[in-house]
């Protein structure tokens, strides 16, 4: 394992620069409809591991994008994930009552409110990202919007959450069905299926923000897209791995949902050791197609190897 | 009133124009994520009035912008303005079970569904603005999806839709407790509350409908503006009489709930002769901001006189 130090300090700088830039970006305001800002505030503030925002910032650097086009874009990433997570943990989704460790935006507001404070920020992060200070020129700007909306609509994130709700539909069909379906050798199939499902749910996402650097700067995106796709893998696949292990303090979300809904997942397919193979073998993967940018792309290597190695 | 016949017509071809391009844009999808597609067809096919894309279109008209610049943005409007009422008809929200005469998108699907449609049509409104097909300038582009953003956010239709909940609930709260608040003289405070909320919640989509066609040709949204701020009053406080006095059978939507639910609205406030005087006087103000396009705008002006006259 390599040393995490840098890659630590690295990730922590780069939240707290996302943090201050939604700070300023979405103020409180007053008058009833303040109370969605709160909402919105509640979500995107104060949590998580900016790891979206990690990859724009890193990426931005590569190209010597702008420092005010970096923030901003990874300012806009956080909203988009962060409106993605309130929709996911809705009731009538995956009812999930904590998220960063406290009580979800539908809990500690409603659920209305909380609808409309995701919608609001799918809204905010096409305003933040076509806004002229983002970047001079309004062609890129559209194509960074543009590049936003398709990872975020039905062929991506939207798409794969879809997918994900009606598997998760689809075991418990089987489970009440009282049929005893003990799984066979997993197939191509169910890891090709499961793989898809990932690279639209969040995969779409990370390929966004990995390749924004090179959206910013009008340069090939090509080689991030590839890392981005190894990479998002390798992290969905420890999510599975820490779903089975993981500590729920340490997560700050319920864990063990998946296995006990009976959902596919690559530790159910591949079992532990196979999963864990199967992630050090994409994150190598993730680190080869980074060799067109040299020694200005060890965080990014590194924070392919801590999707390998992280404990939350 | 003014001969309808023109508008009618217009109105109609418009809306099928619009109907053939969204159809062309959202074909049905395989897979399992085919679904949210469904839902999405489902809620934006087929229905409505499509006066956000006629709006669009006859602003187009006044700067000869192309029509398919025209027709993709109308496209757009229409995939928000969708998703609005996808998420406003959800149990959380206004709870209703019919929508253009037929049951709401989470009736015919499922919340979970209905909600991943609404947010995968608010994504689709901008990947349709800001592809390259719109327009070839991307300035323009950048510009066009920035003014959709903000009028969709927490500033426009959502801040908007919050206010309208958090008045339902207090009018909920007041009812509850028993108390006789027979309703003084309506305050000037009282009307400019109500007005604004509608300003934000249904007026900053008519103003960026009204304006679409001066952003695509780089000219002056201005008039355009004023007559969308006159005209989307005109058409709501015509909601709020309509919603006393109309059939359902026609509206093909549940009346009477503002009433029942003890809700502000201009019609409480000023009475149905009042409303109906405060109408007039802003059609004629919508009409008069169409002076500088003489009678290029003749079908605008018609829209404005149907805000009046419509009984759906």
């Known amino acids: 394992m390599?040393?995490?130090?840098?890659?630590?300090?690295?990730?922590?700088?780069?939240?707290?620069?996302?943090?201050?830039?939604?700070?300023?970006l979405l103020p409180s305001v007053h008058g009833p409809e303040g109370r969605v800002v709160d909402a919105m505030r509640y979500a995107v503030l104060g949590g998580g591991k900016r790891?979206?925002?990690?990859?724009?910032?890193?990426?931005?650097?590569?190209?010597?994008v702008a420092p005010t086009s970096a923030k901003r874009t990874a300012a806009a990433i956080e909203c988009m994930h962060a409106y993605s997570l309130i929709h996911d943990d809705l009731p009538c989704m995956d009812d999930d009552d904590m998220r960063r460790g406290k009580p979800t935006t539908h809990l500690a507001f409603d659920e209305a409110t909380a609808v409309l404070a995701g919608d609001a920020l799918q809204s905010l992060a096409f305003e933040i990202?076509?806004?002229?200070?983002?970047?001079?020129?309004?062609?890129?700007r559209a194509r960074l919007a543009s590049a936003l909306a398709r990872a975020a609509g039905a062929n991506g994130m939207v798409g794969g959450q879809m997918i994900d709700i009606q598997a998760e539909r689809e075991a418990l069909r089987i489970s009440a069905s009282g049929l005893d379906l003990t799984p066979g050798?997993?197939?191509?199939?169910?890891?090709?299926?499961?793989?898809?499902?990932?690279?639209?749910?969040?995969?779409?996402?990370?390929?966004?923000?990995?390749?924004?650097?090179?959206?910013l700067a009008?340069?090939?995106?090509?080689?991030?897209?590839?890392?981005?796709?190894?990479f998002g893998l390798a992290f969905q696949i420890r999510d599975d791995?820490?779903?089975?292990e993981g500590d729920e303090q340490a997560a700050g979300k319920r864990l063990r949902k998946d296995a006990d809904m009976g959902k596919a997942t690559f530790v159910?397919?591949?079992?532990?050791?196979?999963?864990?193979?199967?992630?050090?073998?994409?994150?190598?993967?993730?680190?080869?197609?980074?060799?067109?940018?040299?020694?200005?792309?060890?965080?990014?290597?590194q924070a392919a190897d801590f999707a390998l190695h992280r404990t939350r």
Request: hydrophobic residues 45%; without cysteine; proline residues 4%.
């Open 2 to 24: 390599a040393d995490m130090t840098e890659f630590t300090a690295a990730i922590v700088a780069h939240a707290a620069t996302v943090e201050q830039v939604l700070e300023e």
């Open 51 to 64: 790891l979206r925002a990690f990859l724009v910032l890193e990426s931005a650097q590569l190209f010597d």
């Open 129 to 140: 990202l076509l806004d002229p200070s983002t970047h001079a020129n309004g062609e890129i």
């Open 185 to 215: 050798e997993p197939t191509r199939a169910d890891v090709d299926a499961i793989a898809r499902l990932q690279r639209l749910k969040t995969g779409a996402l990370f390929e966004f923000s990995a390749t924004s650097g090179a959206l």
């Open 218 to 230: 009008d340069q090939d995106p090509e080689p991030l897209s590839r890392y981005a796709a190894a």
């Open 241 to 244: 791995l820490l779903d089975v």
């Open 268 to 301: 159910g397919l591949m079992g532990v050791d196979g999963a864990g193979r199967r992630a050090r073998e994409l994150v190598a993967e993730a680190s080869a197609a980074l060799e067109p940018y040299g020694g200005s792309a060890t965080l990014l290597r």
